[in-house]
């Protein structure tokens, strides 16, 4: 093999796995961040692929309490809704109905937040082709809603 021909094969291997790797959930989430959103400090991130494909980075309290930031790109929505994002967005404005689940307006494509009835309230935004989750559990943050609201605002700009 010559220079040129290793030289091409190492950029091309090097160009195919940055491109297709998904950006760290926890590189796009500071800690301080993800506290404030809570209403408490977190622990730092621990760094996960998710099942269905997509990235997330989950911030723990004291206990079972934690933080989680994830997203999902097109691709991965394909692959697992078998939808694209206009799709999912159309499934999740007709999810919106429940006394728990409100759209919030002007956050992105399309935002719910919802409140699972027990201890979970979940932000979900539909922006530029990917679906981003804020998953709280056992926050007691007064003003949670509003701190989700913020922190998805924030982290919207780097996708």
């Known amino acids: 093999m010559t220079r040129f021909s290793l030289a091409l094969a190492v950029l091309l291997f090097s160009a195919h796995h940055a491109i297709a790797a998904p950006p760290a959930a926890c590189g796009l989430m500071a800690i301080e961040t993800a506290s404030q959103a809570y209403g408490s400090t977190l622990k730092a991130g621990v ?5 269905m494909g997509g990235q997330q980075c989950t911030f723990y ?3 079972q309490g934690r933080l989680e930031f994830s997203f999902i790109d097109e691709v991965q929505l394909q692959n697992t809704f078998r939808t694209n994002s206009s799709g999912f967005l159309k499934m999740m404005q007709q999810s919106v109905t429940g006394k728990n689940i ?6 992105g494509d399309f ?10 309230y ?37 996708f």
């Open 102 to 107: 409100e759209a919030i307006p002007s956050l």
């Open 122 to 158: 979940t932000l979900t935004t539909i922006y530029h082709g990917k679906v981003i989750y804020l998953n709280s559990v056992l926050s007691k943050n007064p003003g949670l809603k509003a701190s989700l609201v913020q922190t998805m605002r924030q982290t919207m700009q780097k």
């Open 111 to 120: 935002s719910s937040y919802a409140f699972n009835g027990i201890d979970t």
């Open 47 to 51: 760094e996960q692929a998710l099942p």
């Open 61 to 63: 309290h004291e206990g």
